[in-house]
């Protein structure tokens, strides 16, 4: 093989590479700059990851490339023929299982096809007629000003050859077609033709929904697009459902398109992934202008929900060092984006201020660790995370927790705080990682003769920072008991202030026993519970080195509590050493104990 580069010449005498199996590339070529010239490039098996390496594609590929191109006539005017198919073709999750293209190239004018195979049918062709100059010559410009015509066409297909395509849609149901021009002169063609889709389902694993009941019919008449149908339904009724109806013109214009589109949705299981978001939703959205300048107006409402929140199980209230601060030797005690990032050209010029997203009376954050209920409003909005990046969707406003649980950990066991106020505040950057101010309240009851019997104190936790980094400061919820830090971290683990703790070592393990018990129990049963009870407590009392000893006291509670309706919240309260025989002879009974509260 050899390469001679002249000043009016370029020949290259036959290159040939091979590698491993059947792979192989042949280059032949003698281009003179003004006499009849000659090319055949030949690839047979290449991999198509190491043109993505060269490449640096931002998807990794796969499969393998073969190819022929030959070219005749000169420099200036080149004819060229050339054929190409890959093969079990990959890019990042979607597979195809053979492109296959034809063209050639002469006049100035380059026409093509290419077809898209799947399980042996063929789902998508593409015939191409464009002007372009291919001259192995300098050129100011390639595009020429003359008449293209691009189109698309699928027979009526069945959407089950989706699930052929990607990994990221299951259970497929229903058909397609497709046939669609783009015809005219270089940039001013115009569109016409439609996509139907006919009893379409679609299972979506990473939303977690399966979509149902869809129909589509988009009509494309002279280089406008009709929304005449498309509707689908997703949640347990036929009626939960999302309609679009409107028109996009010019959808290929790069200097501006223009949209005028309104969005209805009811009670619409938009979301269903336990890692993300649980979410039906009521909408009704107009959405018009241009991508350069557009508006939308109306409002979203989260009929129910449970939005997933960070675990935070890893994230200590305190890290104790040193037990024996607290009288007990170290021997005996032993984690947003939710709102999807659209198009950037056409949220740049978004103005959504008068889009509101209302929060229903069924809608909760929940982790591991948290079960807090939401109200309130917020407002869609345009933010930038950083300086130079892309604008995106971003919310605005406060939401309230109304009420809940926080539960945190206290190595080695977690105590649950009853939410008391608090707010999530969006301040206009992308992402769900709002700045928090919650202020939850822990309730030690305790026993103890020597202080007159009954001793409650209310220990206030202060949750600060953002969802992904909290931040948590214990208070005295009394403020007139002015407890030190150490005697407010004493009551959470122990239920007694810091002197008392190192009195006795097997009283205090035996209490962080009780303690550790009780929290599992109440977080037990809250999920067990759920959609039967909003909030389950079980609170033991102090003192006493038996658990029967514990419950006789009079001091163990059960807290049982349901939301009724948009704002009434009720508990009920008992009890419950009346249980445990033999009951106390100054015990009241157990319909006594019984204690009813209402929040409205």
């Not at 969006?426 to 309730?443: H, K, L, S």
């Not at 407890?483 to 205090?508: H, K, M, R, W």
């Not at 929290?519 to 039967?532: D, F, I, K, P």
Request: aromatic fraction near 6%; proline fraction near 4%; hydrophobic fraction near 40%.
């Amino acid at each position: 093989a050899s390469i001679r580069v002249e000043p009016s010449l370029i020949v290259v005498d036959t290159i040939a590479l091979t590698a491993r199996g059947n792979e192989r590339m042949v280059l032949a070529a003698n281009l003179p700059d003004s006499l009849p010239i000659n090319l055949r490039l030949a690839v047979q098996s290449m991999p198509l990851r190491d043109f993505s390496t060269i490449a640096q594609t931002r998807v990794p590929l796969g499969g393998d490339l073969s190819a022929l191109l030959e070219m005749t006539g000169t420099r200036e005017s080149p004819r060229m023929r050339t054929s190409a198919t890959l093969n079990s073709v990959t890019a990042g999750d979607v597979k195809v299982a053979q492109v296959a293209v034809d063209g050639r190239y002469e006049n100035r004018r380059l026409v093509a096809e290419g077809r898209v195979v799947q399980s042996d049918t063929t789902v998508l062709t593409v015939n191409a007629n464009y002007p372009v100059d291919l001259a192995l010559m300098p050129r100011n410009q390639r595009i020429l000003d003359d008449t293209m015509r691009v189109r698309v066409t699928s027979p009526n297909v069945a959407l089950a050859i989706l699930e052929s395509f990607t990994t990221k849609v299951r259970g497929a149901l229903g058909t397609f077609k497709v046939d669609a021009e783009l015809a005219g002169r270089t940039g001013t063609a115009k569109l016409n033709g439609g996509l139907v889709v006919n009893g379409g389902q679609i299972t979506l694993p990473d939303a977690g929904i399966t979509v149902r009941d869809m129909n589509v019919d988009l009509v494309a008449r002279n280089d406008t697009i009709l929304v005449d149908t498309l509707t689908m339904v997703s949640g347990p009724q036929l009626a939960n459902r999302f309609t679009t109806t409107g028109w996009v013109a010019r959808p290929f214009n790069e200097d501006s398109v223009s949209f005028d589109l309104s969005m209805r949705a009811d009670r619409f299981h938009i979301i269903g992934n336990k890692n993300v978001a649980d979410l039906d939703v009521t909408a009704r959205i107009e959405w018009a202008g241009t991508d350069q300048a557009s508006s939308a107006r109306g409002n979203v409402f989260v009929d129910r929900g449970r939005i997933a929140l960070p675990e935070t199980s890893d994230k200590e209230l305190f890290s104790i060092e040193d037990w024996k601060e607290l009288g007990i030797d170290s021997a005996v005690v032993g984690r947003l984006g939710l709102l999807p990032r659209p198009t950037a050209r056409f949220v740049r010029g978004l103005s959504a201020e008068n889009v509101s997203i209302v929060m229903g009376p069924e809608v909760w954050l929940e982790s591991q660790d948290a079960d807090i209920k939401l109200t309130g409003q917020v407002n869609l909005t345009v933010g930038r995370a950083e300086r130079f990046s892309e604008d995106q969707l971003a919310l605005t406003g406060d939401l309230l927790t109304e009420r809940g649980t926080y539960r945190l950990n206290v190595s080695p066991l977690q105590r649950t705080f009853l939410v008391q106020s608090g707010l999530l505040r969006f301040n206009g950057e992308p992402g769900f990682n709002p700045a928090m101010d919650i202020r939850a309240v822990y309730t030690s009851r305790s026993i103890n003769s020597a202080y007159g019997g009954r001793n409650d104190v209310r220990v206030g936790v202060h949750i600060t920072g953002t969802l992904t980094d909290p931040a948590i400061q214990l208070y005295a919820a009394d403020s007139l008991l002015g407890l030190s830090e150490s005697d407010l971290l004493s009551y959470v683990l122990f239920d007694q202030p810091s002197f008392s703790v190192g009195a006795g070592t097997t009283n205090s393990a035996m209490q962080l026993l009780l303690v550790s018990l009780s929290s599992a129990l109440s977080s037990s049963a809250s999920r067990y519970a759920s959609g039967w009870v909003d909030l389950v407590q079980l609170q033991t009392a102090t003192e006493g080195a038996q658990l029967t000893d514990v419950f006789s006291r009079g001091a163990t509670q059960l807290t049982v509590g349901k939301q009724v309706g948009e704002r009434a919240f009720v508990s009920l309260t008992s009890g419950l050493c009346q249980l445990l025989p033999p009951a106390p002879a100054t015990a009241p009974s157990f319909l006594a104990s019984f204690g009813v509260k209402v929040e409205y």
